[in-house]
């Protein structure tokens, strides 16, 4: 594992040691004080501060990379070099030109990728395509996202020099840092984007503070998500309306409710102590031959692009 902060701390760390055919044998950070921290508490057996110590261990064939998304191209070609599959966090890089370089760098290589859009594999997501798919609410009209977050809110993670804020780092906000989830999930659904729309980027105190887009996919489906993270009250909703009923859902609660067929039934989920861990089982059984690519890098590519989009960068 490349990188070692607070994702890494229970979302995903302590998968790896859990998930038959998987075993965390070493953990690299750029503080020596921190990685051999995380080590002792993880009883993870090896450590160190150079990237280059993980890709020279022949007992190591695969490498999550958990570092902010400036340096997720660097060490996914390096760990393409060293010919080390590789699960690679999201945002799965910073624009697309970067998401070209992967790609191409991939298919000059036999080393598997998948991106962590880990939600694809919780409880409650599963249920809406589960509801998708047996055309309970029958054809798909509109989806519309809301996400609204006061200044005080605690949607995202808070860290110390707060990287998330600085584009360099993080390809741009908060919008950066929760988006790639939702976007993904939309196309996990609704399958190919015929249209991408740019409606509204505002800056108004640090960067992606209001953003809007629209998309059509295939099969008519229209979209529209809005992310206001200076919001005066929070919101966390999605709508999926279809010709014969609705879903609604919110990405950061439990609650599932599905109105069809003048009924209404409401279901409740719980998400596993390590929310990557149900990814992280698909991606072992990939990376052993067993199962297909839960999340490849043609499919983030694509959320990469409506994120620059929506962004005005492309």
């Given at each position: ?134 055309n309970t609410i029958g ?38 840092d929760i988006a790639p ?54 919101q966390d909703r999605c ?76």
């Open positions: 594992m490349i990188g070692c902060g607070d994702v890494a701390e229970v979302k995903s760390g302590p998968a790896f040691q859990k998930v038959n055919g998987s075993s965390l044998v070493a953990v690299m950070r750029r503080s020596e004080e921190k990685v051999k921290d995380f080590a002792k508490r993880h009883h993870v057996p090896n450590w160190t501060t150079k990237a280059s110590d993980i890709y020279n261990n022949k007992q190591i064939n695969a490498v999550y990379i958990a570092t902010p998304p400036s340096s997720h191209l660097v060490y996914a070609l390096q760990a393409i070099q060293a010919g080390k599959d590789v699960y690679l966090e999201k945002p799965m890089v910073l624009n697309s030109n970067e998401a070209n370089t992967l790609i191409s760098a991939l298919k000059d290589s036999d080393v598997k990728l998948t991106v962590a859009h880990y939600r694809r594999c919780l409880p409650l997501f599963l249920k809406v395509k589960e509801v998708l798919d047996a054809k798909i009209v509109s989806v519309e996202i809301d996400i609204a977050q006061t200044p005080s809110a605690n949607l995202i993670a808070k860290t110390g020099e707060n990287w998330r804020l600085n584009p360099e780092i993080s390809g741009g906000g908060y919008f950066h989830h939702q976007l993904d999930l939309m196309c996990y659904y609704f399958g190919e984007v015929v249209d991408i729309k740019q409606c509204t980027v505002e800056n108004l105190t640090k960067p992606g503070d209001v953003v809007k887009g629209e998309l059509e996919f295939e099969h008519g489906v229209k979209f529209s998500g809005s992310w206001n993270f200076v919001a005066s009250k929070d709508i999926i309306s279809g010709d014969k009923g609705t879903l609604i859902f919110s990405f950061y609660g439990d609650l599932l409710t599905v109105m069809a067929d003048d009924t209404v039934a409401h279901y409740r989920f719980e998400n596993p102590p390590h929310v990557h861990q149900p990814m992280i089982e698909k991606v072992v059984e990939y990376f052993q031959g067993n199962n297909e690519n839960p999340c490849s890098v043609y499919q983030a590519a694509v959320v990469t692009q409506i994120m620059d989009k929506f962004c005005e960068k492309a």
